[in-house]
T-cell receptor, first 113, second 113 residues
Framework: NAGVTQTPKFRILKIGQSMTLQCTQDMNHNYMYWYRQDPGMGLKLIYYSVGAGITDKGEVPNGYNVSRSTTEDFPLRLELAAPSQTSVYFCASSRRTGDEKLFFGSGTQLSVL | QKEVEQNSGPLSVPEGAIASLNCTYSDRGSQSFFWYRQYSGKSPELIMS????GDKEDGRFTAQLNKASQYVSLLIRDSQPSDSATYLC?????????????FGTGTRLLVSP
């Protein structure tokens, strides 16, 4: 099983550019999440989804958008990239909220210059 | 006060020693607690979960929970160089609806041969 797959692994953006980080999971999980991890700052929740067609903001949603048209896919859109969005982004999924283990993708290292 | 606090370390222990990692949390209503291990440049992976006061053992790992003191710890017995990683404490915040998993900033563990 592939689990949670993220692409790309690395990306450099110029200020003001836009891009989409792709995330797909093959475990039929309802819950999907996007986190960002800054050095020494832990993981911060950007957006989450409880199922196809349902998304909601996490702790740090500004500058990002998401969609969930299928159970498998949960892309994260960065509009007008800023240096503050330089970070490592992780997509994760779980069977249900709360008590379940999170399955993480391998991460995307993004630099905005 | 941060929701989940950890000492960033590094915590240095010799091979074969016991490593003790600590975490405090602010929400008295939290019911679920997790320890994730993250190797440098990799994604987090769940190593322990604990829900009740007391100790929970899994191989060389023991999680300890004290809800009255809002304290959770991870003991690693017979530490190995392969245990060198950052250990993230995560606490489930929220009693109804979506339950947010809040991560600490992590403690870096270094096990020397």
């Amino acid at each position: 099983n592939a689990g949670v797959t993220q692409t790309p692994k690395f990306r450099i953006l110029k200020i003001g550019q836009s891009m989409t980080l792709q995330c797909t999971q093959d475990m039929n999980h309802n819950y999907m999440y996007w986190y960002r991890q800054d050095p020494g700052m832990g993981l911060k929740l950007i957006y989450y989804s409880v199922g196809a067609g349902i998304t909601d903001k996490g702790e740090v949603p500004n500058g990002y958008n998401v969609s969930r048209s299928t159970t498998e896919d949960f892309p994260l859109r960065l509009e007008l990239a800023a240096p503050s969005q330089t970070s490592v982004y992780f997509c994760a999924s779980s069977r249900r909220t709360g008590d379940e283990k999170l399955f993480f993708g391998s991460g995307t290292q993004l630099s905005v210059l | 006060q941060k929701e989940v606090e950890q000492n960033s370390g590094p915590l240095s222990v010799p091979e074969g020693a016991i490593a003790s990692l600590n975490c405090t949390y602010s929400d008295r209503g939290s019911q679920s607690f997790f320890w994730y291990r993250q190797y440098s440049g990799k994604s987090p992976e769940l190593i322990m979960s604990i829900y009740s006061n007391g100790d929970k053992e899994d191989g060389r790992f023991t999680a300890q929970l004290n809800k009255a003191s809002q304290y959770v710890s991870l003991l690693i017995r017979d530490s190995q160089p392969s245990d060198s990683a950052t250990y993230l404490c995560a606490v489930n915040i929220g009693r109804t609806g979506f339950q947010k998993l809040v991560f600490g900033t992590g403690t870096r563990l270094l096990v020397s041969p």
